[in-house]
């Protein structure tokens, strides 16, 4: 089986560069179509610029993103807008519209897309607060009245409102107290293995990396400076990944484990 279809994104030798400042070079990650990838990396590493990169809201200086086997850099807009409407996005804060209530945020990705009346989209929506857990009458609500972890579920909604082959999920547990993490990762496992999507992840948690990794990227002096398993990448002796594995949190979270 060939690349194209056992990846669902390809970045390879990517130059990416903030205010004229190189921030990754030589940046190669592959993600495959059915595993969870997790990437850290230490503050001011460019997590989060990577995946703006890889999602198509930035244009890097270099090399090449496939997406889907999609181009973002290269092939027609057709082709990239079609490639993103495959792709789910949760922003660390959830990023909802302020000004729209819940329904209508979960129901703008559907209204960008076009071509569906407002029976399909009302009947999408309910299906999505249904979904992550909610009820339709809080889709009245606006973003304001929710809670952290109901903003959350609407965001994790709304990423999943086009039925996604690829979520992304930039620090999807930051700002929730364990117990509504231990149930945002339960969610988002569930739903996984119901609809079976790929996830691309950035967290800095220990317990929601272990929970929900298939392999470990790790971003380091401006590139990948490991991808696996996370029982390999905890033996590489660079110290970034020393201190970040090593510690005292990582070793409670991951007690009792088969890594250990």
Known sequence: MSAATTDVV??????????????????NLAVRRDEVMTLVGGSGSGKTQLLRVIIGLKHPAGGRVRVFGT?????????????RQRMGMLFQNGA????????????????????????????????KLEQVELEAQHGRLLPANLSGGMVKRVALARALSLSPELLVLDEPTAGLDPDRSESFVRLIKRLRHQHQFAV???THDLDTLYDLSDRIAVLADQHIIDCGPLDQVRRNPHRF??????GDRARRAFEGAAVV
């Not at 390879?12 to 940046?27: A, F, I, S, Y």
């Not at 000004?99 to 009346?117: E, K, Q, S």
């Open 71 to 83: 181009d973002l850099m290269r092939d027609g807009h057709d082709r990239m807008r079609a490639a």
């Open 96 to 127: 909802l519209f302020s000004a729209f209530n819940v329904y209508d945020n979960i129901a703008f990705p559907l209204r960008d897309r076009g071509g569906l009346d407002e029976d399909t989209i009302r009947s999408i929506v309910h299906t």
């Open 10 to 27: 390809e970045v390879e030798g990517l130059l990416n560069t903030v205010g004229g400042q190189v921030l990754h070079r030589d940046l």
């Open 200 to 202: 691309l992840m950035v």
């Open 241 to 246: 990944i020393q201190n970040f594995f090593g």
